[in-house]
């Protein structure tokens, strides 16, 4: 059946979402809810319907949320093909993996398939990852959702040769090691193109720490420009598309907080490769406030890394570092890239641990590459920060993202504080990485990028009583005020 | 935050969907596909919001689709209270459940609760009917379910003593045995207030049979008087609204073809305990063509319905019965009906397989009550079948349903026939009843009601070569073809 466009000015998230009349949807058989393939000359996609009531809508007028308006690209008027279609098979195979047996090569990939093209439901979607949560995934199964992640979304070439690249999985807060990491190793003539991620759960990810020194979200082109040229870059990898099914996936991970290991490892590889990187090393932090608890654990999941990176033809280094504390000092995007800026200076506020933890990483990679020899990459890393060169790549990078090199004492944190202080004197034992998440977000990080948390005592260090253990920062004071009210006994022990 | 209340005249099906201005959503942290809690001053409902331009909404202006409408019982203009809502913890006693873990019974409480007061999203509700698939319910926790979804829902009373009910489970093509039970039983004074479903995937479910011969949507106030008249009724249990929950969790086992014993035992024995059955015989169809397979798998599904009934205080006796086969010879609402009439008239045109079925379960029905003593039932039950009471209650109740007694020569299947005939000669040793029930869907069963399928010859009945084996009826032309265009060699087999 043909309609005529309606375009409705209202957006549905992530779902594709049309609206048809109720008298045409009792005929043809639709019911709300169900679904669709709409077509136009160019391309086909499946769409929800919603059903208007007659007066709402003409007899063949189909009423286009944002969405799809976007995802077909048509304009009022125009005229589309509209055909119900049924449940793909693919729903018996997520079926199959529900009842505990190993999914075929073409299984998974017809799985993704329709993942990517609409064709399953949330609520599939949703049976696929709860399926893969408690049947967990071969390494078969996880090597071939890989490569169908990567299949079905979009691949990006910085050339041929080494692309280094690191990742953390599961992280702690503050510990923004790659804005030290990247121009130390860009600096060394390796490239390192590195796509971040915005913060879901946590105060700030790398992309929006970066965003206090430079645009972020950068054409494809803009940012092989300035890779071309600087050797590294620090961007949004959202709009490059590397790994559609996976943005989909997560969409459905995030609201159950479910975390299968073979959908990790192929969300996280999948972009990898997607990205052409052929060198990197994966940070596993190990302790209470990280994602790993037990060394177990860290043991297992390096292990699948590295098998998983070798069948896809990487080179891979899984170091397990110490999660029992915040790295760094600021946390919250603006409190974060001070810190990163007064390590590059080489000014005495830099945080040591954050300082040591970057050249670590970067020591390492440098030796997985082969351009420093083993035993040799700390000491290279060491001297590009040190030398000023790691400084002077990194804003020649902020530049040619199109910022403006800043001192780190003009990045100034929200105006309003709340000083938190010990209640008697001793060291501290323990702090809450959970809550300081959640204080810093009620703060209003990362929308507010002067929100967040400074730590002035550590884990390990010795505080007096009244003396001030950390500074939530806000932009606005009833934020400020909410997020104060978080702070309880909970938050660290001193013994 | 305030808004005024805009009917947008849009349906989503089972979804309540409000929709905000972009403007006001940005700076109330409102996402797309986010929930917030509406309140008016009469009640409260968890709903999914939209997104839309500053041109379609003012600024505290939201749109409502229908069924928040309906669900609120607000109009145009009033004002309602809007409030973002964060995940509820039932959300952790999901993954507890995903996890392997025994629920215990106040967290089951809570996740019914969720359910119905619709805290929980479409992808949360599907991780649950997967975490009840993949870690089976113990018995604890289905009693505890079920007992949720009791609390949750409605109830009926209809007097005391005794309350007679049966169940079908996992159904094959025909079997339409209640519309024969339930005059039996009735016109021997007991009271068998009968709630059946309308048809979901099969071609016809208990209430499209009996909806062509009497009115089947009746208000409960019509449904208690046709009881107290009649003894009993066949009527659709939807509009009673006594499983609430189990409604919205089928909504989301549909669409994936999950059936999980826990929620499925929860499911049937909700709606007896809350429709007041104290007696209930199960019957469980086993063999090729019914969802159990096994006689393992029978006799363990018998077992927990008899648990299960004890502690909800029922008496409940299983029947295991031949699943090998249809059972009578019309499939489709008036073609199943037309065999309920020849055999409550007891025409011989009546289907012998049909008629020795019901009045099995109904003599087993008698003796569990108590009405007719052990290994008495099935006279009984025949002699009110042969000397036409039963027949005679038949008709008064659909005369109370509003309905009028017809001669079953005068219900007359579809105008479009196509026969399905017999490429040799032979015994005919299986049906395909999947394939069966698709036939008779496509060609229009159980919407237009004369369509479906008539079976000339069952299993283990012998064929001559051309011999017509079934018919297909359809009202629509179009439907027929399609439907005739699905016979294939695997609808049965000769040897």
Redesign the interface.
């Known amino acids: 059946m043909r309609f005529k466009v309606k375009k409705?000015?209202?957006?549905?998230?992530?779902?594709l979402?049309v609206?048809m009349n109720?008298v045409t949807a009792g005929l043809e058989g639709v019911?709300?809810?169900s679904r669709v393939k709409l077509s136009n000359h160019k391309k086909s996609i499946i769409s929800v319907v919603?059903?208007?009531?007659k007066?709402?809508l003409g007899r063949y007028e189909l009423?286009l949320?944002?969405e799809v308006v976007e995802a077909l690209g048509v304009k009022a008027g125009d005229e589309i093909e509209v055909n119900p279609v049924s449940?793909p098979p693919s729903?018996n195979y997520?079926?199959k993996k529900?009842d505990?047996l190993e999914l075929r090569p073409n299984e998974i990939k017809e799985i993704i398939g329709d993942v990517v093209s609409n064709e399953l439901?949330?609520?599939?979607?949703?049976?696929f990852?709860?399926?893969t949560?408690?049947?967990e995934l071969t390494m078969d199964e996880t090597y071939h959702l890989t490569k169908s992640v990567i299949e079905t979304g979009h691949k990006v070439s910085f050339g041929k040769g080494i692309i280094a690249d690191k990742h953390c999985v599961g992280g702690i807060s503050g510990n923004r090691t790659t804005l030290i990491i990247i121009p130390i190793i860009a600096s060394l003539g390796l490239k390192i193109p590195k796509t971040s991620s915005r913060s879901i759960t946590s105060p700030a990810g790398t992309a929006d720490t970066m965003e206090v020194l430079a645009p972020v979200e950068l054409s494809l082109k803009k940012i092989k420009k300035v890779v071309k040229k600087a050797g590294g870059c620090v961007v949004w990898g959202g709009a490059m598309n590397l790994a559609a099914a996976d943005d989909k996936l997560i969409s459905?991970r995030h609201?159950?907080?479910?975390d299968p290991l073979g959908l990790m490892l192929a969300s996280i590889m999948a972009k990898k490769k997607a990205a052409g990187s052929t060198h990197v090393i994966i940070d596993i932090p190990l302790g209470k406030g990280a994602k790993t608890k037990s060394i177990g654990e860290a043991k297992y999941l390096g292990r699948q890394f590295e098998e998983l990176g070798q069948r896809l033809g990487m080179k891979i280094k899984v170091l397990i570092t110490d999660g029992n504390k915040p790295i760094g000092k600021g946390i919250g995007p603006v409190l974060e890239a001070r810190d990163v800026l007064w390590i590059l200076e080489r000014d005495s506020r830099g945080p040591v641990d954050l300082r040591e933890k970057s050249l670590y990483l970067a020591g390492e990679l440098l030796e997985l590459t082969g351009k420093a020899n083993p035993g040799e990459g700390l000491g290279m890393a060491t001297r590009a920060l040190d030398s000023g060169a790691a400084l002077k790549k990194f804003k020649e990078i902020i530049k040619l993202q199109g910022g403006k090199p800043v001192s780190p004492d003009k990045l100034e944190p929200g105006k309003h504080s709340f000083e938190v202080k010990a209640p008697r004197g001793g060291i501290i034992r323990l702090i809450n990485d959970d809550l300081i998440s959640r204080i810093a977000r009620r703060a209003g990080a990362p929308v507010d990028k002067g929100a967040g948390i400074y730590l002035y005592k550590n884990v390990d260090d010795y505080v007096e009583k009244e003396g001030v253990v950390m500074t939530i920062y806000a932009e606005n004071k009833r934020l400020l005020k909410e997020a104060s009210k978080l702070v309880s006994e909970d938050l660290f022990k001193i013994k």
Do not use: C, W
């Open positions: 409705l000015n209202i957006s549905g998230g992530s779902h979402i609206v109720e019911h709300a809810s919603d059903i208007a009531d007066e709402v009423g949320f944002d449940q729903v997520i079926k529900l505990g439901s949330q609520v599939e979607m949703s049976a990852v709860t399926a949560y408690t049947r459905v609201p159950l907080a479910l």
